[in-house]
């Protein structure tokens, strides 16, 4: 029979797993705080009850927008230099080149009560399509929000360019909290797509 362990030898033989619950207390023990709120792009509509009847509309298609890989995520992000900065206390609700193309689309569909404007591939060919790529959309330490994309007006029948631009906007941001940042990215969204409405009224006009 061996002796029993001294005090010392039991405590040496139950420090590892006394590390191992303590590197899990963050988790288990709710020191983690709350979860990050989640944002969503672009200016809420109003709420209205009517049906509008779209049959026999022209059909405007906005492709999926295009965005760095870095900016295409769910992170909220502060472009600090050359470091993009996530926050902490918020997050996107969705991808933002997701938000991004559902946003644009609402907003010229409000710009362009004569069309149908749609993400989804239609049944019947459009008659327009908008391609925009982005290669800027951060919030940055210089109190501006910085948007710069370019964008076509793709004739659908026929497939050739009607208009091409390239558009830069920046909106002032008093700080880089979380709900002032989205606000400053919305509006400047809206902004874009004013300029897009604008481009394709003078590209086309339907009859």
């Given amino acids: 029979m061996g002796e029993d362990p001294s005090p010392v030898h039991r405590f040496l033989l139950i420090l590892p797993i006394v590390f191992a619950i303590l590197s899990l207390c963050p988790v288990g023990c709710g020191l983690s705080g709350p979860p990050p709120a989640e ?3 672009g200016i809420a509509p109003a709420p209205a009850r009517v049906t509008t009847p779209l049959t026999g509309r022209p059909i405007i298609e906005v492709k999926p927008v295009q965005l760095p890989d870095y900016l295409d995520t769910r992170e909220l992000l502060v472009r600090r230099g050359n470091q993009a900065v996530a926050s902490e206390s918020g997050r996107w609700g969705e991808r933002l ?19 149908i404007v749609t993400t989804t591939p239609p049944v019947e060919q459009s008659a327009r399509q908008v391609l925009v790529d982005i290669t800027s959309f951060e919030a940055r330490d210089n109190q501006e929000v910085v948007l710069v994309a370019r964008w076509s007006i793709i004739d659908g029948s026929r497939r050739f360019t009607l208009l091409s631009e390239q558009t830069a906007l920046t909106e002032p941001v008093t700080s880089t909290d979380d709900s002032v940042v989205v606000m400053a990215m919305s509006r400047a969204l809206e902004d874009l797509a004013s300029a897009i409405a604008i481009g394709i009224e003078r590209a086309w006009r339907p009859a």
């Fill in 97 to 115: 080149s997701v938000g991004t193309t559902r946003a644009l689309a609402a907003s010229l569909a409000a710009r362009l009560p004569g069309l």
């Fill in 39 to 41: 944002y969503v792009i």
